[in-house]
């Protein structure tokens, strides 16, 4: 049985995800995020979560290579932040707050939370690369509710 694409897609639409902001560091130290949806937990012993970003992504060499990253989980306020790590602008994080986490990545302020991570595994499932991290640092703010991905569009409680 032959799935459409399209209907396969709109069917997951129906499957409403939260928007986070994946991070790492370049070769050269330079900070890089990239918006995802496709984020999960895994384990809670120990404290696994994944997300998953295509294979062929120019980001994806960083992500394999780099031993740490960070999960930043976006607020109800931050949908220009979803939309500007969604693009291809240079310079992101000369348009946003953000610091260092312990682990040495970029951590974004104003989110609901920052999920530190070091790279447990990773997979590959089809044309996308599933990253698999062992959860090592939290932080969560008080920043209202989450930002939301539902058919197609943003949405929030």
């Known amino acids: 049985m032959s799935i459409d694409p399209r209907e396969f ?3 997951l639409g129906n499957f409403a995800t939260g928007i986070t902001v994946v991070t790492t560091l370049c070769h050269d130290g330079n900070p890089i995020g990239v918006t995802i949806n496709s984020f999960a937990s895994v384990s809670l012993e120990p404290p696994l979560v994944l997300f998953s970003l295509k294979t062929d992504s120019p ?3 960083f992500f394999l290579t ?3 990253f960070n999960i930043c989980i976006l607020s109800e306020t931050q949908e220009k932040v979803s939309n500007l790590f969604a693009g291809r602008e240079e310079n992101k994080f000369d348009q946003v707050e953000w ?3 312990e682990n040495g990545c970029p951590s ?5 939370a920052v ?3 070091k790279r447990a595994e990773a997979h590959i499932g089809g044309d996308h690369t599933i990253f698999v991290g062992e959860v090592t640092r939290i932080e969560m703010e008080e920043n ?3 930002l939301l991905y539902y058919k197609g569009g943003y949405k929030t409680f």
């Open 66 to 68: 780099q031993d740490h």
């Open 9 to 11: 897609r709109d069917a």
């Open 59 to 61: 980001l994806s060499d």
């Open 108 to 112: 974004l302020k104003g989110t609901l």
């Open 144 to 146: 209202g509710g989450p």
């Open 99 to 101: 610091g260092f986490g």
């Open 115 to 117: 999920l530190e991570c």
